[in-house]
């Protein structure tokens, strides 16, 4: 059985669980004094767990929010920060009315529920003080993946930065989390097909990074690019906002990738270990990569390197030890700059702030080789995980995973947009792309 401790299924899980539990005090016992075995939380799993998903929740607001702000041109700060703090509001509600339901309960059709879930969680119906996921409170396990299912969708936006109509994004995320988010994340930590498959992916590679990657590249490909793009001056408006921006993210990313393991103990550590070694080594990667190429190195790039960084190893984290974790981070940071600076310039699309360059590339990257690095020393038991241990074909099922999200994402994206498109249009008037949006959609401006 495929172990991703993001969310295997906390029903099927729990049950396995309690099962393997009460049979192995049955075979000790032998079966004379055996107890029924009841799920217990467990108070510092809980206290760790609340941690990690205030530390996700960072990372949208403020820190994806300053990351994107600092990108953008002057004009258009108030609106990028705008559109993600407005993501937070609409994704909670969301996830609390239907995107839990549907990627966490199982489907009563045995057949259906291996691509989307049931309806037993609709408005967090019977889910009480007492409901137990794993050793935490259930309402803890909702609310961790509720920061992810807010982050994701708010990725998205630095693709089409500067030209989306703030409606329009509203009524296109809305309908992105419920038929493009909620059945990746069932397929791979709901107990869906790609979890039965094999795929491994402890805290997000592909339902959040190769998932919003692939969906940003496909957005700025259907608005287009911004009116001038090539010949005016685009740069950042303030760099130091975005290194704010990403050190927040950096510091929020350890609750997303040692939170995944749903407990206080080794594996999270390494996990925590794993995922500040292959940042820093993206870093330098991507640093000693423009310094080559450009002649310099840029503090953006740096930035940039680290995001790359955090990217691939989330997908790895809790299946690969420290020196996976440095050849993960050097892969990210050289191909994620080559990605967003040679290869971008090459086809011409007009991602504003390399979302698929960094977060579709680095996801790839890091999925790809968690099939190689993961190791059986890290996750557990004695049955070869990856390349290194012998198992190669753990590649081909993380490479089945990736080409499952590409598709059904880049696909399901591309009708989301047009029927948000027929219905409420798409982009800002030319007028109101020149003056900026956030004088012409907020009212505000920053002086």
Excluded at 26 to 37: D, K, P, W
Excluded at 127 to 156: D, K, N, W
Excluded at 418 to 426: E, R
Aim: hydrophobic share 55%; proline share 3%.
């Amino acid at each position: 059985m495929n172990e991703n401790r993001n969310g295997t299924g906390a029903w099927s899980k729990l049950s396995l669980g309690a099962t393997a539990a009460t049979l192995g005090l049955l075979a000790t016992m032998g079966g004379a004094f055996a107890e029924e075995v009841v799920p217990t939380i467990n108070s510092g799993d809980t206290a760790w767990m609340l941690t990690s998903t205030a530390l996700v929740l960072l990372m949208t607001i403020p820190g994806l929010a300053l990351f994107y702000g600092g990108m953008v041109r002057k004009k258009n700060v108030v609106a990028i920060s705008a559109q993600n703090f407005a993501i937070v509001g609409v994704m909670t509600v969301l996830w609390m009315v239907i995107g839990y339901s549907l990627a966490f309960t199982a489907n009563p059709s045995e057949a259906v529920n291996a691509y989307i879930g049931g309806f037993d969680r609709l408005f967090l119906a019977g889910l009480t003080v007492g409901s137990i996921s794993y050793t935490i409170p259930e309402s803890l396990f909702m609310v961790f993946q509720m920061t992810f299912a807010i982050i994701t969708p708010a990725l998205i936006t630095g693709a089409f930065a500067d030209r989306m109509k703030f409606s329009s994004l509203l009524v296109f995320m809305s309908l992105w989390l419920v038929f493009i988010y909620a059945p990746i994340c069932h397929w791979v930590w709901g107990g869906g097909f790609l979890s039965a498959a094999g795929v491994l992916d402890f805290a997000g590679g592909t339902v959040v990074h190769i998932n919003a990657g692939i969906a940003g590249l496909v957005a700025c490909l259907v608005l287009g690019p911004r009116k001038g793009y090539g010949t005016e001056n685009m740069a950042p408006h303030n760099v130091v906002l975005t290194m704010i921006g990403a050190a927040l993210l950096w510091v929020g990313w350890f609750g997303f990738n040692a939170g995944s393991e749903l407990a206080a103990d080794g594996r999270a550590a390494m996990a925590m270990v794993v995922t500040q070694i292959a940042t820093g080594t993206a870093v330098l990667g991507w640093m000693f990569a423009e310094w080559i190429v450009h002649k310099k190195p840029t503090l953006l790039g740096m930035c940039s390197g680290a995001v790359a960084g955090l990217v691939a190893i989330t997908p790895a984290s809790g299946f690969v030890d420290p020196m996976g974790g440095l050849w993960i981070g050097l892969a990210a940071g050289v191909i994620c700059f080559i990605a967003s600076t040679s290869v971008k310039r090459a086809i011409g699309y007009d991602d504003a702030l390399d979302v698929f360059g960094v977060h579709g590339i680095g996801g790839i990257v890091g999925a790809v080789l968690t099939g190689v690095f993961a190791t059986m020393a890290v996750k557990g038991g004695d049955v070869p995980v990856g390349g290194i241990d012998g198992n190669w074909g753990q590649v081909y099922i993380q490479i089945k995973g990736i080409v499952w999200t590409l598709v059904y994402s880049g696909v399901g994206t591309f009708v989301l947009l047009m029927i948000t498109k027929i219905f409420f249009g798409l982009r800002v008037s030319p007028q109101e792309e020149v003056e900026g949006l956030d004088i012409n959609l907020h009212g505000e401006t920053v002086q």
